[in-house]
């Protein structure tokens, strides 16, 4: 079968404020969430609330994204870099994705893209949150980082935005009522760094932020269902 053809980035609309159909699905969506996980975030106060910035997360499982979506505020309202490439060929998730938008999709195959880098400008000057992964794949395992790619320095430095870190724990290997942890960092102000700067800081407080992980034991139900959800 041929590859199916990668939407372009400026596919789906960004804005600061939260569009009615993902109120609506938050409504639903966060309580079944809650039922399946136990989400501690810690130092959620660090959140900004009154100016938007570039979220950035190390990245374990499909459920980082959720998570994140979940916990933080609906507005304003955070975006998703992400490859779509697995996604656009489940109708189901991807009519989803579409219906609620908040999600900016990634072409890997072209370099540089200049759509994307123009789509995100937009949606940072027009109040909303950029959030991706530096490492740019899964981590390898729990407590461990990849090197960090350098598009969210740019992102931020071009729009003088901060840089917010969150350290996900717990979510590699998932099971039904699992207590999996979300760690906000301190905001780091993109002002006076370059963008070689900016990434060594950032990725050195995530190095910091990320906690070493001990697997809970116990009875781990729904394991292989929940850990390879989507």
């Known amino acids: 079968m041929p590859e199916p053809s990668q939407p372009s980035a400026d596919l789906l609309p960004v804005q600061r404020r939260a569009t009615l159909a993902y109120r609506a699905l938050r409504i639903w969506a966060v309580p079944l969430l809650r039922s399946l996980f136990r989400i501690v975030v810690e ?3 660090r959140i900004p609330t009154e100016r938007n910035y570039v979220l950035i997360a190390n990245h374990l499982n499909w459920l980082d994204s959720f998570a994140i979506l979940a916990e933080f ?6 975006h998703f870099l992400g490859d779509t490439t697995i996604l ?4 189901l998730q991807w009519a989803m994705v579409k219906s609620v938008a908040g999600f900016i999709p990634v072409n890997r195959k072209l370099s540089p ?24 794949n899964y ?10 790619k350098k598009g969210f ?14 350290a996900l724990s717990g979510m590699k290997d998932l099971w039904l009522r699992k207590t999996v942890r979300m760690i906000v960092g301190e905001p780091i102000e993109s002002t006076g760094h370059t963008v070689d700067s900016l990434v060594a800081i950032a990725e050195a407080r995530m190095r910091e932020l990320v906690p070493a992980y001990q697997d809970p034991g116990g009875i781990k139900l729904l394991r292989h269902s929940l850990t390879h959800l989507f």
Do not use: M, S, W
């Open 43 to 45: 130092r959620r106060d």
């Open 73 to 78: 505020p609906a507005e304003p309202r955070v």
């Open 88 to 91: 656009i060929t489940r109708r």
């Open 113 to 136: 893209d200049t759509v994307l880098f123009d789509h995100v400008n937009k949606c940072l000057q027009r109040g909303g949150v950029v959030a991706l992964y530096p490492e740019g």
């Open 139 to 148: 981590g390898l395992a729990e407590g461990e980082l990849l090197p960090f």
């Open 153 to 166: 320095a740019h992102f931020a430095i071009d729009n003088n935005v901060p840089v917010l870190p969150v």
